[in-house]
Antibody, heavy 120, light 107 residues
Framework: QVQLVDSGGGVVQPGRSLRLSCAAS????????IHWVRQAPGKGLEWVAV????????YYADSVKGRLTISRDKSKNTLYLQMNSLRAEDTAVYYC?????????????WGQGTLVTVSS | DIQMTQSPSSLSASVGDRVTISCRAS??????LNWYQQRPGKAPKLLIF???SLQSGVPSRFSGSGSGTDFTLTISSLQPEDFATYFC?????????FGLGTKVEIK
């Protein structure tokens, strides 16, 4: 069955770095666009970034552009989010989400989320 | 960016009630509208895609309608497991913006 497992979260000081991972299984990882979505404590969902199925195209929310980098390793069936120059406002649960391969670009499967806390 | 506005932000209802949640886009998005359910401490779950298509495995008491800028999620007979927060999302353009959510609570 399709499974996405998020990991790598933790407590980090402002200005430091962290790398999140999303391990995929149960489907052809190299055929799907994958997204990162985050949710600050008690808040709504915020789209963060997307990477195309082949890794050639990446798009970011303005709030993270230049600080967060999405990447993927098809040999490991894993998605990454490199987070640099972290700020307090980056504190959130981070979810990876698979995009359905149809014209409606829906997120049909999500990871369980990993919590990032940016605090001194 | 396309702004998504949900209403109400919260509602109280009883088991068996019919519940309607609205979502409005700041510009026309055709039917590129999705609905997700999120229970506390869990990841969002896809309910409806393309404004009115039921995701596989989702109970038929959930339905969606609308096109252009105005959309509705309806739960025909609320069940105990439906008490959760519901989010709309547009997939017409990037960034893929979400509404702020509607929390459905027990009356």
């Amino acid at each position: 069955q399709v499974q996405l497992v998020d990991s790598g979260g933790g407590v980090v000081q402002p200005g430091r770095s962290l790398r999140l991972s999303c391990a995929a299984s149960g489907f052809s990882f190299s055929s799907y666009n994958i997204h990162w979505v985050r949710q600050a404590p008690g808040k709504g969902l915020e789209w963060v970034a997307v990477i195309s199925y082949d890794g050639d195209n990446k798009y970011y929310a303005d709030s993270v552009k230049g600080r967060l980098t999405i990447s993927r390793d098809k040999s490991k069936n894993t998605l990454y989010l490199q987070m640099n120059s972290l700020r307090a406002e980056d504190t959130a649960v981070y979810y990876c989400a698979r995009e359905k391969p149809d014209v409606y670009y829906t997120f049909d499967y999500w990871g369980q989320g990993t919590l990032v806390t940016v605090s001194s | 960016d396309i702004q998504m506005t949900q209403s109400p932000s919260s509602l109280s209802a009883s088991v068996g009630d019919r519940v309607t949640i609205s979502c409005r886009a700041s510009q026309s998005i055709s039917t590129f509208l999705n609905w997700y359910q999120q229970r506390p401490g869990k990841a969002p779950k896809l309910l409806i895609f393309a404004a009115s298509s039921l995701q596989s495995g989702v109970p038929s008491r959930f339905s969606g309608s609308g096109s252009g800028t105005d959309f509705t999620l309806t739960i025909s007979s609320l069940q105990p497991e439906d008490f959760a927060t519901y989010f709309c999302q547009q997939s017409y353009s990037t960034p893929r913006t979400f509404g702020l959510g509607t929390k459905v609570e027990i009356k």
